[in-house]
T-cell receptor
Framework: GQQLNQSPQSMFIQEGEDVSMNCTSSSIFNTWLWYKQDPGEGPVLLIALYKAGELTSNGRLTAQFGITRKDSFLNISASIPSDVGIYFCAGSSGTYKYIFGTGTRLKVLA | GAVVSQHPSRVICKSGTSVKIECRSLDFQATTMFWYRQFPKQSLMLMATSNEGSKATYEQGVEKDKFLINHASLTLSTLTVTSAHPEDSSFYIC???????????FGEGSRLTVL
């Protein structure tokens, strides 16, 4: 099925560093969602974005809905070891379906 | 956030038997639920969309007779893997869409192992 282009695919960072990842689409979306998935568990919703240009924070996480409506960004500030996991973006064009990104695997080195 | 409960979390069955997985939205009504399959180190693969009170919509390549989906109420959808084979072993995840906010919440996932 269709997937969104998410980058980077994986990243190793030092504890305390900031992290940035993004998702791009060939089509316009009305909603962007960001998830974190731990091994063997279902994804957990981190942030939901509903408007172009919207910037929303959830603790150390900040996500933005790109003004072109074809991309979204997630930043994690001052990373800690428990941030390790796979981060997925998901976009919807207004129908009930969401398309998911390919995932960014984050590893934090203490 | 909203809670979606998936059960069982792990199931082991013999080849040829059927397995049912339940997905419940605990604190919101979900007119639409989704079923995914996830292979190791890969993203979620949408299998089907489950609509309350009507037939499920299956993605291309997913056998509807193999993966039976029932969405009998606004809070419950079930996936039945019929005549399971070892190649059906996988991590199955459901999600439920909150019809008020449009947000999508996931269950904890079910690890199926077919011997």
């Amino acid at each position: 099925g269709q997937q969104l282009n998410q980058s980077p695919q994986s990243m190793f960072i030092q504890e305390g560093e900031d992290v940035s990842m993004n998702c791009t689409s060939s089509s316009i979306f009305n909603t962007w969602l960001w998830y974190k998935q731990d091994p063997g568990e279902g994804p957990v919703l981190l942030i939901a974005l509903y408007k172009a240009g919207e910037l929303t924070s959830n603790g150390r996480l900040t996500a933005q809905f790109g003004i072109t409506r074809k991309d979204s960004f997630l930043n994690i500030s001052a990373s800690i070891p428990s941030d390790v996991g796979i981060y997925f973006c998901a976009g919807s064009s207004g129908t009930y379906k969401y398309i998911f990104g390919t995932g960014t695997r984050l590893k934090v080195l203490a | 956030g909203a809670v979606v409960s998936q059960h069982p979390s792990r199931v082991i069955c013999k080849s040829g038997t059927s397995v049912k997985i339940e997905c419940r939205s605990l604190d919101f009504q979900a007119t639409t639920m989704f079923w995914y399959r996830q292979f190791p180190k890969q993203s979620l693969m949408l299998m089907a969309t489950s609509n309350e009170g009507s037939k499920a919509t299956y993605e291309q390549g997913v056998e509807k007779d193999k993966f039976l989906i029932n969405h009998a109420s606004l809070t419950l959808s079930t996936l039945t893997v019929t005549s399971a084979h070892p190649e059906d072993s996988s991590f199955y995840i459901c999600s439920a869409r909150d019809y008020l906010t449009g947000e999508l919440f996931f269950g904890e996932g079910s690890r199926l192992t077919v011997l």
